[in-house]
T-cell receptor, first 112, second 110 residues
């Protein structure tokens, strides 16, 4: 099993551009999550999904959108990138609510 | 909202020393989790605690779920160079919302 795979690993985006961060998992987990990690701030939940076709906002959803058309994939979209979205983004999945999360290796995004 | 206070923020230790870190909150939680993050990677689960008072070990790591359900501790015995990284506590509330601490950065002095 590859686990949770995120692409790209790094990206530089200009202000106002849009992009999609990809996340896929091969563990057949129903639950998937997007977090952002800023220095000294821990992990903040952006969006999560409890199954294909279902998504919900987390703690910091503004400026982002997600979709979950399949169990495996949970892409995160930035429509109008802003410098405040410079961060490291982690995708995670879990078997059920309350189960430990499995993380991808992150996408380091810089918006300039 | 709920938050976890994780301390210390960073630790400089000598190889071979024991390490202690903790997480506290004013809220009650049902599950406590400890993760470790190596540079350039995502967090990896070390220990999960599901019952108040529970003490669980994973090799040189030992974690405890506080009896009040408002805190948890992680101890690492006889630290080695590969222990460096950032350690995160996380806790699950009754609505299955996962709350994260800000992390403890462990640095081993050469």
């Amino acid at each position: 099993n590859a686990g949770v795979t995120q692409t790209p690993k790094f990206h530089i985006l200009k202000i106002g551009q849009s992009m999609t961060l990809q996340c896929t998992q091969d563990m057949n987990h129903n639950y998937m999550y997007w977090y952002r990690q800023d220095p000294g701030m821990g992990l903040k939940l952006i969006y999560y999904s409890v199954g294909a076709g279902i998504t919900d906002k987390g703690e910091v959803p503004n400026g982002y959108n997600v979709s979950r058309s399949t169990t495996e994939d949970f892409p995160l979209r930035l429509e109008l990138a802003a410098p405040s979205q410079t961060s490291v983004y982690f995708c995670a999945s879990s078997y059920s609510e309350g189960s430990p999360l499995h993380f991808g290796n992150g996408t380091r995004l810089t918006v300039t | 909202g709920q938050q976890l206070n994780q301390s210390p923020q960073s630790m400089f230790i000598q190889e071979g020393e024991d390490v202690s870190m903790n997480c506290t909150s004013s809220s009650i939680f049902n599950t406590w989790l400890w993760y470790k993050q190596d540079p350039g990677e995502g967090p990896v689960l070390l220990i999960a605690l599901y019952k108040a008072g529970e003490l669980t070990s994973n090799g040189r790591l030992t974690a405890q779920f506080g009896i009040t359900r408002k805190d948890s501790f992680l101890n690492i015995s006889a630290s080695i160079p590969s222990d460096v990284g950032i350690y995160f506590c996380a806790a699950l509330d009754s609505n299955y919302q996962l709350i994260w601490g800000a992390g403890t950065k462990l640095i081993i002095k050469p």
